[in-house]
Nanobody, 124 residues
Framework: QVQLVESGGGLVQAGGSLRLSCAASGRTFSPYGMGWFRQAPGKEREFVAAIMPSGGSTNYADSVKGRSTISRDNAKNTVYLQMNSLKPEDTAVYYC?????????????????WGQGTQVTVSS
């Protein structure tokens, strides 16, 4: 089992920045691909970004590409999502997730473990 706890969400004005963190505990963190997903009210959960276990490869949704950076610190068992130039449409609950094996894709069914989420609200 891998337990994931997100933090860093909050209320920010459009154009602002936030850095989300996801701390992992339980099984060894480093073999897992890590992803961020988000879900806005009334919408399906959508992929945001993912990173391979080594951190050498990343993947972003078009909606956040160029504005967000995913990174990880395997020594701290933590994955981060730096979000800049935030827009009201980025408002959602953000979830981190862990996928076994060398995976950094956008399919939620490939991720075995999920956190409880952290709320991000961007005001216009």
């Amino acid at each position: 089992q891998v337990q994931l706890v997100e933090s860093g969400g909050g209320l920010v004005q459009a154009g602002g920045s936030l850095r989300l963190s996801c701390a992992a505990s339980g099984r060894t963190f480093s073999p897992y691909g890590m992803g961020w997903f988000r879900q806005a009210p009334g919408k399906e959960r959508e992929f945001v970004a993912a990173i391979m276990p080594s951190g050498g490869s990343t993947n972003y949704a078009d909606s956040v590409k160029g504005r967000s950076t995913i990174s990880r610190d395997n020594a701290k068992n933590t994955v981060y999502l730096q979000m800049n130039s935030l827009k009201p449409e980025d408002t959602a609950v953000y979830y981190c997730a862990a996928a076994p094996g060398f995976y950094s894709g956008n399919a939620p069914e490939r991720y075995d473990y999920w956190g409880q989420g952290t709320q991000v609200t961007v005001s216009s």
